[in-house]
């Protein structure tokens, strides 16, 4: 699928409509400012502890949030899971956006996800920080070269064309959401995503998002080696 450009924003209303998932765990010292920035839209917002150590619940709790908690570290994959449950039982969102807890990601990104699914051509968007040069060249090298390899393995292996094989910035209608019953705890969620919409047949497409790679970011997990450790989880994920 072609990305949708920069000039797609939203639809008046749906961001009401829209409730953000954050996965989080020991991100106590960067999440007051991930929920600083999603404060500036009107979404709802889940926030899934899974299993930190830290304070990162307790840093929550200013902010007019659903805090659900693990009591143990289960993965991302499971964090998401549990959010978007929550958030369909008790929500009732019309889209809803996964959001990561480290401060990569971009509130301003939000829109322009949620506006294919409002426009009712799409079920699902996918953020992909390789559309355009400026993000892909914000990319650490090693980290790209991994996750060109792990593109290529999530088309070969879902039968999409997608661009980016591990970008936790997506959006769902809630029917694609309810179609999700993701079983890989860890990163390999994401190969898991896209094949319950090549099996489901959902409407999808690619976004443009912005990836911030910080040196927070970096030391949990965003580094190269980390890359490594996705494509793996990709690969045995899938063969599992």
Not at 2 to 9: A, K, L, N, R, S
Not at 16 to 21: A, L
Not at 88 to 114: I, K, W
Not at 181 to 194: C, R, T
Request: hydrophobic content about 40%.
């Amino acid at each position: 699928m072609q990305p949708h450009g920069d000039h797609d924003t939203e639809t008046p209303g749906t961001l009401h409509e829209t409730c953000v998932i954050v996965a989080a765990r020991n991100e106590a010292t960067v999440i007051r400012d991930v929920l600083d920035d999603l404060s500036a839209l009107p979404c709802t917002v889940v926030v899934v502890d899974d299993g930190s150590t830290d304070e990162t619940s307790e840093a929550c709790l200013p902010y007019p949030c659903a805090l659900l908690r693990h009591m143990t570290n289960l993965g991302q994959g499971a964090a998401l899971q549990t959010g978007i449950t929550y958030a369909l039982r008790h929500l009732e969102p019309r889209y809803l956006v996964t959001f990561d807890g480290d401060g990569q990601h971009r509130a301003a990104d939000v829109p322009a996800l949620v506006a294919p699914l409002a426009g009712g051509d799409y079920d699902v968007t996918l953020g992909t920080r390789f559309a355009r040069p400026r993000d892909a060249a914000a990319v650490p090298r090693a980290r790209r070269l991994v996750l060109r390899a792990a593109v290529a393995f999530s088309r070969l292996s879902s039968g999409l064309p997608v661009t980016d094989a591990h970008n936790g910035l997506r959006a769902f209608t809630a029917h694609a959401a309810g179609r999700l019953d993701i079983q890989h705890a860890g990163m390999a969620h994401a190969s898991e995503i896209l094949h319950t919409i090549k099996r489901q047949g959902l409407r999808w497409c690619e976004v443009p998002v912005t990836v911030d790679y910080t040196t927070y970011s970096l030391r949990k997990g965003q580094r190269s080696m980390g890359a490594v450790d996705i494509l793996w989880d990709l690969v045995t994920g899938r063969l599992r």
